[in-house]
């Protein structure tokens, strides 16, 4: 009897370890007992890193791993299984390969959504039914980017290099600073006749505030209400003597249209003149 109890206690234990077994490899294998799985494809250009089983992740949150790699001429395509029936996620979404920590560790895959945000009611009509226009769906692909690293950033540095050396960058740099540094001096020598000619120009300038400061006077002047009544005064005795001498010339020229009067002037003046010749032999 205690023979038997011991030998169904053995075979329960062996029984226990391999059931416990068997669900840490269906776990690490990501199967999950009762739950809706769904499959999905990614293409990258260069999938450095990745591995079949690498983890995938949304927002920090595994919902799969990669269950296939397959390597094209141009391309290498992955099948990822994703074990979360519940995940909607908003067209265009990408897969990107980053590091499983800052410091390093194992490389897998992250889905980033770029689509707008759904709405509740979005969201609970999305789960009956699945737009592929509008969410990603069972059978879709989607396109992958890969991980940055310092082979990749070399290999841009390098190809940069090569189209600088290819289009004299670099010379035409050094030219452009050559040019530079002649306009430069130029400049300077521009700068330095300019002062030149201001110290020159001063004395003008201040011949011209003075003239300026005169002028102000006299415009000063000009508004003093004395002064514009000496105006005044002046310029109308200035038209009364105009006024009498233009008189004065029309009289004389009266005075000469009389022929009577030119002719007795005329005979006066030859006895005057015989006078004269008489006493002053």
């Known amino acids: 009897m205690r023979r038997s109890l011991r030998d169904a206690f053995v075979?329960?234990?062996l029984?226990?370890?391999l059931v416990v077994f068997s669900g840490s490899m269906l776990w690490l294998r990501d199967v999950r007992i009762g739950s809706k799985t769904w499959e999905i494809s990614a293409?990258?250009?260069d999938a450095s890193g990745l591995a079949q089983m690498s983890p995938v992740t949304y927002r920090g949150i595994i919902v799969g791993s990669v269950q296939k790699i397959k390597f094209t001429q141009s391309t290498v395509e992955t099948k990822l299984k994703l074990n979360k029936d519940n995940l909607i996620l908003p067209k265009p979404v990408i897969a990107k390969i980053v590091r499983s920590s800052v410091l390093g560790g194992d490389a897998q895959l992250s889905l980033i959504s770029l689509g707008k945000s759904l709405t509740r009611d979005e969201l609970i009509e999305?789960?009956?039914n699945c737009p592929n226009e509008r969410i990603l769906c069972d059978g879709d692909s989607i396109q992958g980017k890969q991980m940055a690293s310092i082979s990749s950033l070399t290999e841009g540095v390098n190809t940069i290099i090569d189209q600088a050396d290819r289009e004299a960058i670099v010379k035409k740099l050094s030219e452009s600073i050559t040019q530079f540094d002649k306009t430069q001096a130029n400049?300077?020598?521009l700068i330095l006749f300019s002062k030149s000619e201001l110290i020159r120009a001063k004395p003008i300038i201040?011949?011209?505030?003075?003239?300026?400061m005169h002028l102000n006077n006299i415009l000063a002047s000009f508004n003093?209400?004395?002064?514009l009544k000496d105006i005044k005064e002046i310029t109308s005795?200035?038209?009364s003597i105009t006024k009498k001498i233009d008189q004065i010339s029309s009289d004389m020229g009266n005075m000469m249209e009389d022929k009577e009067l030119v002719e007795a002037l005329k005979r006066v003046t030859i006895g005057l003149g015989k006078l004269f010749d008489e006493i002053y032999p």
């Open 11 to 13: 075979g329960f234990s």
């Open 43 to 45: 293409n990258f250009k």
């Open 187 to 189: 400049l300077d020598e």
């Open 237 to 239: 005795t200035s038209s």
């Open 206 to 212: 201040s011949e011209l505030k003075e003239a300026s």
């Open 224 to 227: 003093n209400p004395e002064t």
């Open 15 to 17: 029984l226990g370890g």
């Open 126 to 128: 999305f789960k009956k």
